[in-house]
């Protein structure tokens, strides 16, 4: 099974714009396993920054950006809807 695909166009990093988990499979560290998948790729690639952001409240997602030493970056405000709400921008480079 393939778990991660990239292509590099104009820009040089890699951007997830989405993880989900159903309820039955939290707390197995799958994000975390497919962050390592991910970076591994990335290195092989010659890839050297990612970036990505989540919630302000996606405090399980904040984790696992700061457990692969993602930096926080900036904040932007009312970037998500239903409900609105600030995004946290991440940001890695290797």
């Not at 714009?17 to 591994?40: D, V, Y």
């Amino acid at each position: 099974m393939e778990i991660v695909k990239f292509t590099l166009k104009e820009k040089n990093y890699v951007k997830i714009t989405s993880i989900g988990t159903k309820s039955c499979f939290r707390g197995q560290k799958l994000a975390h396993k497919l962050f390592e998948k991910m970076i591994g790729e990335m290195k092989k690639e010659g890839v050297k920054d990612f970036r990505g952001e989540t919630r302000a409240t996606n405090y399980p997602m904040q984790k696992v950006f700061s457990d692969f030493d993602f930096r926080n970056v900036g904040t932007f405000k009312e970037y998500y809807d239903n409900p609105t709400e600030d995004a946290l921008r991440y940001q890695l480079s290797i």
